[in-house]
C-alpha cells in the first residue's frame, strides 16, 4: 500500500472514529448543535434572498448588481479562503505535532507537505460551506434555477478551493523559508506596513464630498463587481461555468471546469514538487527558532510599571498573557492579518467614494461595517479569547494552587480581552465613521455599538471558556470545534444580530422618512434599553456560571 | 551500526562584540562515537547534557551544524527514506493519533513501512498479546492511560523489525511489569543483532542493560567504555559515583 493511500485511510478513520466519539456524547448536545446548524443556514438563506428581493426593487440598477453578484460572490470566497488558507497552513504544515512522527518514518518531504495541504484545505475551506449553501441556494429560488445549478455548483467548488488553499500554502512555505528571521527585519516589515498606511491615508481626499460624484454610477460605488469579471481570475471560471452549465452551454461551461481542473492539478504538482525541495529546511527553521538566547528576553518589561495601579495576582496573569501572545507568531499575526484587512479596506473607502453617495447608503455601510467588524471580533473571540483558560493546559495548576481566587481568575481573562479588544474596534469604527462623513448621530451610536458587541463577545468567550474547559487539549483548533466553541460562536452571531439590525432598521427607515425623527428618537430609547439587557445577560450570566463551574471543578 | 563522526549542533550566531555577546549555544560539541551492531549503548547526561539533541540528529529531527551520520552505512542527509526504514525511534512524549483505535493506529504505521496487511494483522495479535494490548483492540487511543499509549508505541515501533532503534528516555511513566518487559525484550533485541542507541537518567536501567555506556556533558562526551571498564578506570564499584564525579555534581 503506497504512503499517500495509508495517509489518507487514516483520515477516513478518524473521520468515522468522530460518530463513535459524538455517540457517546449527550443527544441535547448532538441535538443542539443541528438545530443551530441549520437554524444558521436558514437565517443567512433569507437574509440573502431578502437582499435578492430588495435589489430587485431597484429594477435596473438592481438588476446589474445580482447579475454580477455571483460572480462578485466567489472573488469574495476566493480572497477569504486565500487568507484563511495562510493562517491554516502555518499551524498545519509546520506547527502540528504529527510532523516528527512523520519524519521520522520513511515519508517523503512532498508527500508530508500534500498531505498536510489537503488537511489545510479542509480546515480552512469547510466553514465556507456554511457560507456557500445559504448563498447559492438564495441564488437559486430567487431565480427560480433547476437542482442542477446545486450540483455544478459542488462540482466547480472543489477545483477552486483547491486552487484557493494552494495559493495560500505555497505563499506561506516560500515566506517561512525565504523571510529572515532576526528581530530588525520584523520590525522593518512592520514599519513598511504602517508607511504605507500612512502614505495612502494621505493620498486620500477628506475634503468636501465632491459634488460631480453624486450621479449614481455602479462601478464607482461597487467597483469589485468589475474587477471579479477579469477572465484572468478564477472565480470568474467558476462563477461563469457553473452558469453556462447551468444555462445548457456544455461546452463552455466545460471548457471553464477543465480550466479550473488543470490549474488546481498544476498547482498540486507545484505543491509536490515546492514541499519536495523545501519542507524539510522550512520545518527545520520553525523548529530551531528561539533557542538562541542567552540574554535574559526583555519582552514587555514595560508592562511592570504601566500595570502598576493592579494588585500582583492579576498583573502577574496580564503580564503572563501577554508575553505568550507576542512570543507566538500565530496569534499576533492572524489578528494582524483579520484587522490590518479591515483597517486597510476603512482607510480606502475614500478611493470607493463612498463618502460622496446619498446619507442613506452612507449610513447602510457604516452599518455594514459595524457588522463587518463584529464578525470579525465574534471570531477573533472564538479563536483567541474562547480558548485561553483551556490552554493554561498542563500549567493551570500554578494559577489554580496560587493565592488567588477562580472569580479573579477570570474577570482578568475578561478585562484584559476586553480591554484590547476595545481600543481596536473602536478605533477602526472611528476610522470607518470618518472615512464615510456620518452623521454624529450614527458617529455615536455605531461606537456605542461595538463597544457593547466587545463587551458581550468577551463575557461569553471567557464565560464559556470557563464552562467548557478542556485542560487536557493542547490544540485551540480542537477546543474552538468543540460543543462550547460552536455554542460560543453562535451565540456571538446571535448577539451581533440581534443588536445591530434594529438599531440599523430603525435609522435606515428615519433616513428614508418611513418614521418621524420623534418615533425614531423613541425606538432608538427601546432599542438603548434592548442593548443593556442583552449585553448583561450576554456578559454578566455566562461569566458568574463559568466562575462557578471552575469553583466547582477545582479538582480537575 | 551507528557511525557518528564530529557531530555538532549551535544554535544562533556569533555576534561581533566578542564572547561576551556571542548568542551562540553549542548544545553538541565535536561528538565522534561508534556503536557496532547488536550492541546495547546507553546515553547518560544530566539535563540540558545534549542527549535528546544528539537523539534528534540522528533521527533527522534536527540538522547538524557539522559532522556526519552514518546509519548502516546510509548518510540520511543524502537518503532519508532509506535511512528510516531500517531505524525506529521512541521518544520520550510520542505523539499518536488521539482519534484512531490501537488497531487502526497499528495498522497505519504498518502501512507507512508498507507491510503486507495480512502480515500487519499476524504481527497485531502476536505483539497486542506481548505488549498485554489485547482487551484494548477497539478503544480510541485518546481514552488510554501514560502506560497503554507507551505500550502502543513499542508495540508499532517494533512492527517493521527496525536494524536500528532509538529510544528517549524509556521508561517514563511505566508500571513495574511493563518497565521489565522492556528491559527484557530490549536485551533480547539486542541479541538478535538490533542495534539500541537510548538515553536515560536512569542509571540503574544502564547498569542493567547496557552493553556500553557513554556520559555527555555540556554537549561533549567526557566518557565511553562497558560498565567494567568504567568500574576499573575510576575505580568505583557503581554507576551512580562515576557519574556523579564525572558530571561535577
Redesign the interface.
Given at each position: 500500500m503506497s504512503i499517500e493511500k495509508a495517509l489518507f485511510k487514516k483520515i477516513k478513520y478518524s473521520f468515522f472514529n468522530l460518530g463513535r466519539i459524538l455517540s457517546i456524547q449527550s443527544r441535547l448536545k448532538v441535538f443542539f448543535i443541528l438545530c443551530s446548524t441549520i437554524g444558521l443556514i436558514a437565517v443567512m438563506w433569507l437574509m440573502f434572498y431578502s437582499g435578492f428581493r430588495y435589489f430587485d426593487t431597484m429594477s435596473g440598477f438592481g438588476n446589474i448588481i445580482i447579475n454580477k453578484l455571483f460572480t462578485f460572490f466567489f472573488l469574495g470566497m476566493g480572497v477569504m479562503l486565500v487568507f484563511s488558507s495562510i493562517i491554516t497552513s502555518y499551524s498545519t504544515i509546520f506547527r502540528s505535532e504529527e510532523i516528527p512522527f512523520l519524519l521520522v518514518r520513511p515519508v517523503g518531504y512532498n508527500q508530508i507537505t500534500l498531505y498536510k495541504f489537503f488537511e489545510s484545505t479542509l480546515l480552512s475551506s469547510w466553514a465556507f460551506v456554511f457560507i456557500i449553501l445559504p448563498y447559492v441556494g438564495a441564488y437559486a429560488t430567487y431565480n427560480e434555477m433547476s437542482v442542477l445549478f446545486a450540483i455544478w455548483t459542488l462540482i466547480f467548488s472543489i477545483p477552486f478551493l483547491i486552487i484557493c488553499s494552494a495559493f495560500g500554502s505555497i505563499f506561506i512555505i516560500i515566506f517561512v523559508r525565504f523571510t529572515p528571521k532576526s528581530k530588525k527585519f520584523f520590525f522593518f516589515l512592520i514599519a513598511v506596513i504602517v508607511c504605507l498606511l500612512i502614505v495612502t491615508f494621505l493620498l486620500n481626499p477628506t475634503s468636501d464630498t465632491d459634488k460631480a460624484m453624486e450621479v449614481f454610477d455602479v462601478s464607482a460605488i461597487l467597483p469589485g463587481l468589475n474587477f471579479a469579471s477579469n477572465p484572468m481570475l478564477p472565480s470568474f471560471w467558476a462563477s461563469e461555468g457553473i452558469m453556462a452549465l447551468t444555462h445548457g452551454q456544455i461546452f463552455r461551461g466545460g471548457m471553464f471546469w477543465l480550466l479550473l481542473m488543470l490549474t488546481a492539478t498544476s498547482l498540486l504538482v507545484l505543491i509536490n514538487d515546492i514541499g519536495g525541495l523545501l519542507f524539510y529546511n522550512t520545518w527545520l527553521l520553525t523548529m530551531e527558532g528561539g533557542q538562541n538566547n542567552k540574554r535574559a528576553p526583555i519582552l514587555f518589561k514595560w508592562l511592570d510599571k504601566l500595570l502598576f495601579f493592579l494588585s500582583h495576582d492579576i498583573k502577574a496573569m496580564i503580564k503572563k498573557d501577554v508575553r505568550i501572545f507576542f512570543r507566538d507568531p500565530v496569534q499576533w499575526s492572524q489578528v494582524l492579518i483579520f484587522f490590518g484587512l479591515i483597517g486597510l479596506y476603512f482607510i480606502n473607502i475614500r478611493n470607493f467614494h463612498y463618502h460622496s453617495i446619498d446619507a442613506m447608503w452612507r449610513n447602510m455601510i457604516a452599518f455594514l461595517n459595524v457588522f463587518c467588524l463584529s464578525m470579525v471580533l465574534s471570531s477573533l473571540g472564538s479563536r483567541f479569547i474562547y480558548p485561553q483558560l483551556s490552554l493554561e493546559g498542563q500549567g493551570f495548576w500554578v494559577i489554580g494552587l496560587s493565592p488567588t481566587s477562580m472569580k479573579r481568575i477570570v474577570l482578568t481573562k475578561f478585562f484584559s480581552s476586553l480591554f484590547a479588544m476595545i481600543i481596536i474596534s473602536v478605533t477602526l469604527i472611528l476610522i470607518s465613521s470618518f472615512m464615510l462623513n456620518v452623521e454624529k448621530e450614527v458617529l455615536i451610536i455605531t461606537v456605542a455599538l461595538i463597544v457593547s458587541v466587545s463587551i458581550a463577545i468577551c463575557g461569553l468567550s471567557t464565560g464559556l471558556g470557563a464552562i467548557f474547559i478542556d485542560l487536557k487539549q493542547r490544540n485551540p483548533a480542537a477546543i474552538v470545534s468543540g460543543f462550547g466553541g460552536t455554542l460560543n460562536l453562535i451565540l456571538s452571531l446571535c448577539f451581533i444580530i440581534v443588536s445591530i439590525v434594529p438599531i440599523g432598521l430603525i435609522l435606515h427607515l428615519k433616513t428614508v422618512s418611513k418614521i418621524t425623527s420623534q418615533t425614531a428618537e423613541n425606538l432608538l430609547m427601546f432599542t438603548g434599553l434592548w442593548l443593556i439587557i442583552i449585553i448583561l445577560s450576554s456578559s454578566i450570566l455566562p461569566l458568574s456560571v463559568g466562575i462557578k463551574s471552575l469553583n466547582k471543578n477545582k479538582g480537575m | 551500526m551507528i557511525r557518528i563522526n564530529k557531530l555538532s549542533k549551535s544554535?544562533?550566531?556569533e555576534n561581533h562584540g566578542g564572547a561576551q555577546n556571542?548568542?551562540?549555544?553549542e548544545a553538541v560539541k565535536n561528538l565522534t562515537l561508534n556503536i557496532p551492531k547488536g550492541e546495547l549503548f546507553c546515553f547518560l547526561g544530566p539535563n540540558g547534557a545534549g542527549k535528546t539533541t544528539t537523539i534528534k540528529m540522528l533521527?533527522?529531527?534536527?540538522?547538524p551544524s557539522s559532522g556526519s551520520i552514518l546509519i548502516n552505512g546510509i548518510d540520511p542527509e543524502k537518503d532519508?527514506?532509506?535511512s528510516?526504514?531500517i531505524?525506529g525511534?521512541i521518544?520520550d512524549m510520542?505523539?499518536l493519533?488521539e482519534?484512531?483505535?490501537t488497531t487502526?493506529f497499528f495498522e497505519?504505521?504498518g502501512?507507512?513501512?508498507?507491510i503486507h496487511?495480512e502480515s500487519i494483522i499476524e504481527k497485531l495479535e502476536e505483539s497486542f498479546a506481548l505488549f498485554g494490548l489485547l482487551e484494548y483492540k477497539n478503544v480510541?487511543v485518546k481514552d488510554l492511560s501514560h502506560g497503554l499509549r507507551q505500550r502502543l508505541i513499542y508495540s508499532t515501533t517494533f512492527l517493521h523489525d527496525p536494524e536500528i532503534l532509538f529510544i528517549d528516555e524509556p521508561l517514563i511513566g511505566l508500571d513495574p511489569y511493563t518497565i521489565r518487559l522492556i528491559k527484557d525484550l530490549l536485551k533480547e533485541k539486542a541479541e538478535n543483532g538490533m542495534t539500541i542507541f537510548l538515553t536515560t537518567h536512569i542509571l540503574a536501567l544502564a547498569e542493567d542493560i547496557a552493553h556500553r555506556i557513554g556520559i555527555i556533558m555540556r554537549g561533549e562526551l567526557i566518557e565511553t567504555g562497558t560498565l567494567s571498564e568504567l568500574y576499573e578506570k575510576h575505580g568505583k564499584n557503581n554507576l551512580e559515583d562515576i557519574f556523579l564525579s564525572l558530571t561535577g555534581k
Open positions: - | 544554535y544562533g550566531s556571542s548568542r551562540k549555544v533521527t533527522g529531527l534536527l540538522r532519508h527514506i532509506s528510516k526504514r531505524i525511534y521518544p510520542p505523539y493519533y482519534r484512531l483505535t487502526e497505519f504505521t502501512e507507512l513501512y508498507d496487511k480510541l
